[in-house]
């Protein structure tokens, strides 16, 4: 008897599959705008000179490889906290809130959704579009999978009076993902004004917000990527925040994530710390250390978070001057909302038969909504890549 022999063929992952196609492509000349990775003017993912002195120094000092706690690096999530939610604010607020490093931004989601799922029993709210793998880590969480307005796909921007017209509807309890900054796969944000009315209507609809914070530093800045978050903080609302140091740190391999959960009190912040640390015991037990010591490390020592700072700085000056670049190669009049995005990504606005073109013809790769990883350009390949979308 052969037990594995009726395991389906599972489809490939839509935007990992992209990645193995663009390997296995011979042409010179390819271009792969499809996965979400930082990439230099050399096209390459970096290790960030910051992160290899933080990993010298800890060479030094490391003694053990002790298994961390179930919730993590203390030291970690206390810079992490600052850092997300501001130093006033995290000083006023930490005792309200269960802190937990993850094994990554997704493992963030993944146990965050497993908390709602039993403690809360309410659907998830996604934005339209969102991250495609968001549908399916919480449908694995077992949460019911809704969708709210959020892109206008005609005029390029922020649909925020159809988001706001849904979301009113909802009731009370119910969760809804919202991403801080740099929205995946748009790159269109809410102006800080809408975020003021957004919190108001969760505050009094009692929603529950779920902030995925993948992209801090890549929008604006630290501080003002954080803004919405340390907004409705200020307003006491109860909230998660699952968090990712994959892109702002260059950390990808590391596994390198955090989630908070804001409660009401410090004794409801210490009930579910008390559940959740049960979550993750049977989950992966506790998380990776080395990512987490190296993050902590360059937080919590000035001179290598200034350099780290600036290294950031760098990445996000390449990215918003790759956008500049190729709206004046394409043409402001049909894409100029590349220019007013931020973060890494953006749509083109082609549909799937010129997305086929492009890679068929031209060796460009995307994913088939024309959603487009600026981080895939440089002063070279650019030219090329622009004349083959405005050809097709």
Same mark, same amino acid.
């Given at each position: 008897?052969?037990?594995?022999?009726?395991?389906?063929?599972?489809?490939?992952?839509?935007?990992?599959?992209?990645? !193995? *196609?663009?390997? @296995?492509? /011979?042409?010179?000349?390819?271009?792969?705008?499809?996965? =979400?990775?930082?990439?230099? %003017? #050399?096209?390459?993912?970096?290790?960030?000179?910051?992160?290899?002195?933080?990993?010298?120094?800890?060479?030094?000092?490391?003694?053990?490889?002790?298994?961390?706690?179930?919730?993590?690096?203390?030291?970690?999530?206390?810079?992490?906290?600052?850092?997300?939610?501001?130093?006033?604010?995290?000083?006023?607020?930490?005792?309200? !809130? *269960?802190?937990? @490093?993850? /094994?990554?931004?997704?493992?963030?989601?993944?146990?965050? =959704?497993?908390?709602?799922? %039993? #403690?809360?029993?309410?659907?998830?709210?996604?934005?339209?579009?969102?991250?495609?793998?968001?549908?399916?880590?919480?449908?694995?969480?077992?949460?019911?999978?809704?969708?709210?307005?959020?892109?206008?796909?005609?005029?390029?921007?922020?649909?925020?009076?159809?988001?706001?017209?849904?979301?009113?509807?909802?009731?009370?309890?119910?969760?809804?993902?919202?991403?801080?900054?740099?929205?995946?796969?748009?790159?269109?944000?809410?102006?800080?004004?809408?975020?003021?009315?957004?919190?108001?209507?969760?505050?009094?609809?009692?929603?529950?917000?779920?902030?995925?914070?993948?992209?801090?530093?890549?929008?604006?800045?630290?501080?003002?990527?954080?803004?919405?978050?340390?907004?409705?903080?200020?307003?006491?609302?109860?909230?998660?925040?699952?968090?990712?140091?994959?892109?702002?740190?260059?950390?990808?391999?590391?596994?390198?994530?955090?989630?908070?959960?804001?409660?009401?009190?410090?004794?409801?912040?210490?009930?579910?710390?008390?559940?959740?640390?049960?979550?993750?015991?049977?989950?992966?037990?506790?998380?990776?250390?080395?990512?987490?010591?190296?993050?902590?490390?360059?937080?919590?020592?000035?001179?290598?978070?200034?350099?780290?700072?600036?290294?950031?700085?760098?990445?996000?000056?390449?990215?918003?001057?790759?956008?500049?670049?190729?709206?004046?190669?394409?043409?402001?009049?049909?894409?100029?909302?590349?220019?007013?995005?931020?973060?890494?990504?953006?749509?083109?606005?082609?549909?799937?038969?010129?997305?086929?073109?492009?890679?068929?013809?031209?060796?460009?790769?995307?994913?088939?909504?024309?959603?487009?990883?600026?981080?895939?350009?440089?002063?070279?390949?650019?030219?090329?890549?622009?004349?083959?979308?405005?050809?097709?």
């Amino acid at each position: 008897m052969h037990f594995f022999t009726k395991v389906p063929l599972a489809p490939p992952d839509p935007i990992l599959g992209l990645t !193995v *196609a663009f390997q @296995q492509d /011979v042409r010179a000349h390819k271009v792969n705008l499809g996965v =979400g990775l930082y990439k230099t %003017e #050399e096209l390459k993912t970096p290790v960030l000179e910051s992160v290899k002195a933080a990993e010298a120094a800890l060479l030094r000092v490391e003694m053990s490889k002790e298994y961390l706690p179930i919730e993590g690096e203390k030291q970690y999530l206390e810079q992490m906290g600052a850092l997300i939610f501001g130093r006033e604010v995290w000083g006023r607020e930490r005792e309200r !809130v *269960a802190s937990f @490093q993850t /094994v990554g931004g997704t493992g963030a989601l993944k146990i965050g =959704g497993t908390f709602l799922k %039993e #403690e809360a029993e309410h659907p998830i709210w996604l934005s339209t579009p969102t991250w495609p793998n968001h549908r399916g880590v919480f449908s694995h969480c077992g949460l019911k999978v809704e969708f709210y307005p959020y892109y206008d796909s005609v005029h390029h921007r922020v649909d925020f009076d159809s988001m706001m017209a849904c979301l009113q509807t909802l009731h009370a309890g119910t969760i809804v993902l919202l991403h801080a900054s740099c929205h995946n796969p748009t790159g269109c944000d809410l102006s800080l004004e809408q975020w003021r009315v957004l919190s108001e209507l969760f505050r009094t609809n009692h929603l529950i917000p779920f902030f995925d914070f993948a992209y801090q530093g890549f929008g604006v800045g630290l501080e003002e990527d954080a803004e919405p978050i340390r907004l409705f903080a200020k307003e006491g609302l109860e909230m998660l925040v699952a968090v990712s140091n994959a892109k702002n740190f260059s950390l990808y391999a590391e596994r390198v994530g955090s989630l908070f959960i804001a409660a009401e009190s410090t004794q409801s912040a210490q009930r579910i710390v008390s559940r959740v640390k049960q979550m993750i015991r049977t989950n992966y037990s506790n998380p990776p250390m080395h990512g987490a010591h190296v993050a902590s490390h360059i937080l919590s020592t000035p001179p290598l978070r200034k350099q780290w700072e600036g290294e950031l700085m760098q990445m996000r000056e390449r990215i918003n001057a790759m956008r500049a670049l190729l709206v004046q190669r394409l043409g402001a009049a049909a894409f100029g909302h590349l220019g007013d995005g931020r973060g890494m990504f953006g749509f083109l606005g082609l549909n799937k038969s010129q997305v086929e073109r492009l890679t068929a013809e031209y060796g460009i790769y995307m994913p088939s909504d024309g959603r487009i990883n600026v981080c895939g350009l440089n002063r070279q390949n650019i030219d090329p890549v622009a004349e083959a979308i405005l050809n097709v």
